[in-house]
């Protein structure tokens, strides 16, 4: 709430509260009781989910005096009672903001607005006066001579709409001077809630008083104006600030952060509210403004918006709203994130004849059907989406920011409009730091090459990853792709590689060329190891199981077995990232934001905690990959090789005997058949 009255301003009353004894007849006669009316109070207590009150939140002013008259059936003490029970005002005439009264001297000399305030309601026409006009063919106050005769025309138009006009004419042309400016305020609420403060006001006399929420320093937002009628009078403001929320759909759970890799597709959730005075409102505005971090690709066509109006839920028209961006998948999204903006002009479906039709939808209830639907305060807008992870997201703790406001109307009285906070939800993605080393001598071994594969079986495809300078710092996946066309490519590599082994002296370029033709096309799915047997670091992982299979072998060693881990992260309920765990066979490691002394087994000087600590702020998981070297076989070991390697050498000394004197013997033969 702190941001929002920042930025707001006083938002305070975004409502109309109606005491008013001109709902009964206003009785022509002198009144046939006279009450104590001294010091007469009226107080205005907040609501929840308001900004507090202050001393000048409101100008006060008095339209009409009257004389307090007892109706049939009440009680003395219904004078005092908060609804000012069974009792209406006899004798109207001016009030003292209309017309100077000697007899208060909190009133300034000098001015008399009835005169203009007559003249100017019977001018009123359609074009300048609409309100006036809503439920009638002629001008309502054509006729109106006196105080009284103003207050029968309002007795008789008792809606919100119209007094909200008559009020907003009297403000806008001047005609009435202020009576109180400031009150005194009871402040029994939290700086969260101000719902048990108060402000209260003495009033000179009996009559009908104006509350006009005055602008602020910041904002010019004015509340609908409170008209209540003296006795006492407590006020208890009905209002309410729409209000939005934001998440990602998981399954059938809503939750405020969730981690996802490249490629993944995420679906968020809005859910807009409506004041309480909703219906009070000519036309309704109402603004979704979303954002989108660029780690995230918006799908334009995925947008789906529902109404649940009581217990049913209805598909808005796509006619009834606009969308901003349009078009095909933004990939890459713009620098710095994708905007989103979602229009309704007019939350009642307002006509061009002023006429409230209602929203048009297309299905209810998931039941194809159409119709037009009527909002009421209770009702909620919500709004579905998806967007796609791609190789912008940024790893680690910071996460990928989403973020959501309401811009909405918020003046009754004129064309304002308010905004509220923004709710956030968070995507979270990973990376790997893995080193290859050689078990023998427990140093790099460069050249070995590995394929990425998730638990969906498809390979990683990886782009050049690189930092705001322009430097490449590792590799990020770009895409998965399905197993048979990688593996199409690593099979292919192998025939080369064997066609190179096997091919005479004359074919050796040409073979060679097609090995490097083949390796290029591989590349991009393999992490290579460097000289220091360090592999690119790896960016866009995300909750799951993942593995690495060794396709390119060191000359010497045994190829790895596939190397499966998983990655798991933990997130609590307002999107926060608390740690990651990753996990490789029985070996586990926990990163997350901080270590207590002892905590990590063997970490007396507090090394490893910082390694882990930094690891979960840039999101990059460590592991260590082994190659066995190779031995040399056959390998019996003791005096069985002495007799392997004698029986052998004997057995090959023998055949090459053997082969010379068959050799001489047929060159023999064939000199003495000649």
């Not at 989403?402 to 990973?430: I, K, M």
């Not at 901080?594 to 882990?612: F, K, V």
């Amino acid at each position: 709430m702190k941001s929002t009255r920042k930025t707001l301003g006083r938002v305070l009353a975004l409502a109309l509260v109606v005491i008013m004894a001109l709902t009964t007849a206003i009785p022509a006669y002198a009144a046939n009781t006279n009450p104590n009316t001294e010091n007469l109070t009226i107080t205005i207590h907040n609501n929840e989910g308001l900004p507090e009150l202050t001393e000048n939140s409101f100008d006060v002013y008095q339209l009409f005096t009257g004389t307090p008259y007892k109706e049939e059936g009440a009680k003395e003490n219904d004078w005092d009672a908060s609804e000012w029970n069974n009792w209406s005002l006899a004798d109207i005439g001016w009030g003292a903001s209309v017309k100077k009264d000697n007899t208060s001297e909190e009133v300034k000399d000098g001015y008399d607005h009835s005169e203009g305030i007559i003249n100017g309601l019977k001018g009123l026409t359609k074009t300048t006066a609409a309100w006036a006009f809503a439920n009638e063919t002629t001008n309502p106050f054509e006729k109106v001579a006196t105080a009284e005769d103003v207050a029968r025309v309002l007795e008789k138009h008792t809606d919100n709409l119209f007094l909200q006009g008559f009020a907003t004419w009297l403000l806008d042309n001047s005609h009435l001077t202020v009576l109180a400016s400031k009150g005194e305020v009871n402040k029994n609420g939290t700086p969260d809630d101000y719902s048990d403060d108060t402000l209260t006001y003495k009033v000179p006399g009996t009559g009908y008083y104006l509350f006009a929420e005055k602008a602020t320093y910041d904002a010019k937002i004015v509340s609908e104006y409170i008209f209540a009628v003296m006795g006492h009078q407590d006020i208890d403001l009905k209002a309410s600030i729409p209000n939005v929320d934001k998440n990602i759909v998981v399954g059938d759970t809503d939750k405020k952060g969730d981690a996802d890799g490249v490629g993944e597709v995420v679906t968020f959730k809005l859910t807009g509210t409506l004041p309480k005075n909703f219906n009070d409102y000519g036309t309704y505005y109402y603004e979704f403004f979303d954002k989108l971090s660029e780690g995230l690709s918006l799908n334009t066509d995925s947008f789906v918006i529902k109404a649940e109006v009581g217990t049913d839920t209805y598909t808005i028209d796509r006619n009834e709203y606009g969308i901003i961006p349009t078009g095909a998948l933004l990939d890459p999204p713009p620098a710095g994130g994708t905007t989103i903006v979602i229009t309704f002009s007019d939350l009642h479906g307002t006509q061009a004849d002023g006429t409230k039709k209602g929203l048009a939808y297309t299905a209810k209830n998931d039941v194809e059907e159409s119709g037009f639907i009527t909002l009421t305060p209770d009702s909620k807008i919500i709004v579905t989406y998806t967007a796609t992870v791609n190789e912008n997201a940024v790893i680690g703790s910071e996460g990928n920011p989403n973020d959501v406001h309401l811009v909405y109307s918020n003046n009754p009285n004129h064309d304002g409009r308010g905004q509220t906070e923004d709710r956030r939800v968070y995507v979270y993605a990973f990376g790997l730091d893995l080193v290859k080393i050689a078990s023998d001598t427990q140093e790099g071994l460069p050249g070995a090459g590995f394929t990425l594969k998730n638990s969906d079986g498809k390979y990683a495809h990886f782009i050049e990853k690189k930092d705001k300078d322009g430097n490449v710092i590792g590799r990020a996946i770009e895409s998965w792709v399905e197993a048979g066309s990688v593996e199409n490519l690593i099979n292919a590599y192998y025939d080369a590689v064997r066609t190179y082994e096997s091919a005479p002296n004359d074919e050796m370029e040409a073979a060679k060329a097609a090995v490097a033709a083949a390796r290029a096309k591989l590349d991009w799915y393999l992490l290579v190891s460097d000289d220091k047997g360090e592999l690119p670091d790896v960016y866009g992982l995300g909750d799951g199981t993942y593995t690495l299979t060794e396709v390119v072998t060191p000359a010497g060693y045994n190829t790895m077995l596939p190397f499966e881990f998983t990655i798991t992260a933990d997130i609590d309920d307002l999107g926060i990232l608390l740690k990651v765990t990753y996990k490789h066979d029985d070996e586990e490691i926990v990163y997350k934001p901080s270590y207590d002394n002892g905590e990590i087994d063997g970490d007396t000087d507090g090394t490893i905690a910082d390694d882990l600590i930094a690891r979960f702020k840039t999101g990059l998981l460590a592991d260590t990959l082994v190659n066995e070297k190779a031995p040399l076989l056959p390998f019996t070991g003791g005096m069985g090789t002495v007799i392997f390697y004698v029986t052998g050498s004997l057995m090959i000394a023998g055949a090459v005997i053997y082969l010379v004197i068959a050799i001489r013997r047929r060159r023999s033969e064939e000199n003495s058949a000649e």
